[in-house]
């Protein structure tokens, strides 16, 4: 269960993003050589985005001192924050600068669909994937956290030419303590183990049918045993 939460004492709601950038046509693409060339996005099929339409999102930077409310979409291949600003540009937040997106569900601002945030440094997420936004599954002090990436992958031969295609990244990583690990795989044994005092709730998860391969029923469980603490 997810719920929108602000700092207000601090909070300043901005209008203007300083230093934002036109968005851009085309993906930094690095081959075998690493010299990187820029690829229209129309060139490869499918979506880098995590959803094509324009939704509503309140934009935080570091520690949810100013916040922006704009129409956003988050791109899954370059990490990059797209919005429109109050004259109906189409810009990229700077690098950095975003480190929380609240998406809220049909435009309506008292009811959050999903949160993303980015500020969970290098000891969580290596550097190529350090500009990416990490999904916050549920609240509390125990929290499953989902890095959805869509890389170009590049495919070619002596007679086809090349062909560029995303291709989707999935990872899973536990917050618990203030600490966070990744987890192999979704499974009972990789999530318990993090969770002191778990093996008392056995009777619950049975109760409950809870597979911990399934996304939903991970964050059941995990209301049920945040609502405990």
Same mark, same amino acid.
């Given at each position: 269960m997810l719920m929108a939460g602000t700092v207000g004492r601090t909070q300043v709601i901005m209008e203007v993003m300083p230093n934002a950038k036109p968005m851009d046509a085309s993906v930094l693409f690095y081959g075998s050589s690493n010299f990187n060339n820029g690829i229209p996005y129309e060139k490869i099929p499918g979506s880098p985005f995590l959803k094509d339409e324009w939704q509503l999102a309140a934009l935080f930077s570091e520690n949810d001192r100013e916040k922006w409310l704009v129409?956003?979409?988050?791109?899954?291949?370059?990490?990059?924050? !797209?919005?429109?600003? @109050?004259?109906?540009?189409?810009?990229?937040?700077?690098?950095?600068?975003?480190? /929380?997106?609240?998406?809220?569900? @049909?435009?309506?601002?008292? /009811?959050?669909?999903?949160? !993303?945030? @980015?500020?969970y440094g290098e000891g969580l997420i290596n550097s190529q994937d350090k500009n990416n936004y990490i999904q916050?599954?549920?609240?509390? @002090?125990?929290?499953?956290? /989902?890095?959805?990436?869509?890389?170009?992958?590049?495919?070619?031969?002596?007679?086809?030419?090349?062909?560029?295609?995303?291709?989707?990244?999935?990872?899973?990583?536990?917050?618990?303590?203030?600490?966070?690990a990744p987890l192999k795989k979704l499974s009972a044994d990789n999530m318990l183990v993090y969770l002191p005092g778990s093996g008392a709730d056995k009777g619950w998860i049975d109760q409950n049918k809870i597979n911990f391969k399934k996304e939903a029923d991970i964050i059941r469980f995990l209301d049920y045993y945040n609502a405990k603490k």
């Open positions: 129409k956003t979409k988050l791109n899954l291949t370059s990490g990059e924050v !797209y919005f429109k600003n @109050n004259k109906g540009d189409e810009l990229v937040a700077p690098a950095g600068m975003v480190k /929380k997106i609240i998406f809220y569900l @049909n435009n309506d601002t008292s /009811k959050t669909e999903s949160i !993303y945030r @980015n500020d916050v599954m549920n609240e509390g @002090n125990y929290q499953l956290l /989902k890095l959805q990436r869509r890389p170009v992958i590049t495919a070619d031969s002596f007679h086809i030419a090349k062909r560029y295609f995303y291709r989707d990244e999935l990872r899973y990583f536990v917050q618990y303590n203030n600490k966070t």
